[in-house]
């Protein structure tokens, strides 16, 4: 299969190959270079919610985010 590369640096991934991957539209994908330059890997990209890396914001949390105790700006009030 064979693509060409954009001005812009873009490459189509060839249909047969989304499907084959499960690649779906904006989709986060991987890619990995192998170790003599040969060959570049590509893989679905983990999504936000399976990375443990990227857990901030997954808690929500109700009322003060900060007590009033370790406030500084609340300590300084009259």
Sequence with gaps: MLSTLTSKGQV???QALRQQLGLATGQAVEFALSS???CIMLRPAPSA???HKQGFGMVKVRGPHVAADWDAAQLMKP
Excluded: F
Aim: glycine share 0%; net charge neutral; hydrophobic share 20%.
């Design 49 to 51: 919610r399976q990375s």
């Design 36 to 38: 003599d330059a040969t």
């Design 12 to 14: 189509t991934i060839p």
